[in-house]
């Protein structure tokens, strides 16, 4: 969890503590020395309805950084999960593997797979690793997967590698750059994003993503997406030299 993330998380526990807190010494002051007569009752419960309203009112000005806290400390459990992948995986398969899963884990996306790029058809070749909610429904799109050859700067993963940086796509069907459009179509698919592992500066492989609504872009989750191509890539290095 980063510095910020922590902060902020800590300073709105403390706001709601504080909060409650009144609220269960107003409380415990009503059950110690009852009310008496209709008015004291009456400033009692006024005084407890208050607190109540303060605390829903509380929540809703603060759900956004709320969720936006719990958000970045998924995301930072991500980022650790594929760190630790990178030490100790003894393949490219299985560090990938671990990459892909959490990745559509975090955000909730049915298709993952990534390529890897072969020096000897000069092109990216599936690198046989898959994240696949639904089976049956992805198979004609998996096929199509299989077999694609990227060159570099050929449609949307060659531009990807090329490129060596990140990129999203908001609907598939209306893209230029998707050799697999009639497939996507068919099995439901959208948006779809990719990002490429890097060995040094050189990209070597991508990851490609995929999801049934048509979304725009989080660049801070595409920035993030980089660091761990970088963090992919460490397994590359070590399997191969």
Known sequence: MSKEAYQQRRNIRLFYLSIGLVGL???THV???PPHGFADIASSLTFLGAVGVLLSMTYFVFRPQISE?????????VVQRVATAANEAETIEEGVQVGIDSICEYMGWPF???????????????????????AVRFARFKRASESLRAAP??????EVYADSTPMWILDVAYSSVFPRKDEAIDA??????AFPIFVG?????????YDYEAKIPDESLLHTMANIGKQLGQIVERVET
């Open 188 to 193: 439901g698919l959208k948006a779809a994003f």
């Open 25 to 27: 010494a107003s409380l």
């Open 69 to 77: 806290v719990a958000s970045t400390i998924k995301l930072m459990k």
């Open 112 to 134: 993952g797979h990534a390529y890897i790029f072969s020096e000897h058809e000069k092109a990216l070749v599936s690198l046989d690793v898959w994240h696949l909610k639904d």
């Open 201 to 209: 500066r050189q990209a070597v492989a991508v990851m490609e993503f």
């Open 153 to 158: 700067r050929e449609g949307f993963l060659g």
């Open 31 to 33: 059950l110690l020395d």
